[in-house]
């Protein structure tokens, strides 16, 4: 008699455990029944989306080395029409390529991904009264620009420019000693190169 009647509330601690259990709250945690967390702040990709993620080099202003050479150069501007007629002259005369001409920076100042080649145009006592600017083409070297001036140095910007630093001789100044020296700032725009700054020095 006593077993029958302690049966229906066993039935019942059984049924109220076993519905604690499947509850989803303060009871037992039943893996994979909550969302997934998700962080309050999405993290952001860097590589904008492409991979890997590569990180980017210091810009120098200087690109892989032109494969024209010297000699190229010359035969160039020996039948190039525009060239000023005293580099014509000087160039015209030169059968030995390192008397009249010296490989300068390549750069690429068109921005066309192939390098442009400067070359300095010197007498053969290395006087430097000039440059050109070369750029490969299909028949060879072309001169896309040049410059008149003595002994002036060339070198690129870190935004792609040509700052080209000159001597400033005055009619009483011996060749190796200028009064000063002038720093003019060229750039490729509308398909040719332009003076955007020039600034002049006196010497000491």
Request: charged share 20%; glycine share 8%.
């Amino acid at each position: 008699m006593r077993a029958r009647q302690l049966l229906p509330a066993a039935l019942a601690l059984a049924v109220l455990v076993v519905a604690s259990g499947c509850a989803n709250g303060s009871g037992l945690r039943v893996e994979g029944a909550d969302p997934a967390t998700t962080s309050a702040t999405p993290s952001v990709s860097t590589n904008n989306g492409f991979a890997p993620s590569v990180t980017p080099s210091p810009k120098t202003g200087r690109i892989a080395q032109s494969a024209m050479t010297l000699e190229q150069v010359r035969d160039s501007l020996q039948v190039d029409k525009g060239l000023d007629p005293y580099m014509a002259k000087i160039v015209g005369n030169c059968s030995i390529v390192a008397r009249c001409l010296t490989r300068g920076v390549a750069v690429d100042v068109m921005k066309s991904g192939t390098p442009q080649l400067v070359v300095l145009v010197h007498t053969v006592d290395n006087f430097v009264f000039g440059a050109v600017l070369m750029a490969d083409s299909p028949k060879g070297p072309r001169r896309v620009w040049s410059l008149k001036a003595d002994q002036l140095k060339i070198s690129p910007s870190q935004q792609g420019d040509l700052v080209v630093e000159t001597q400033i001789f005055a009619l009483t100044d011996r060749p190796c000693c200028p009064s000063g020296r002038r720093v003019e700032v060229y750039r490729w725009a509308g398909g040719r190169m332009t003076k955007v700054s020039s600034t002049d020095q006196k010497g000491d």
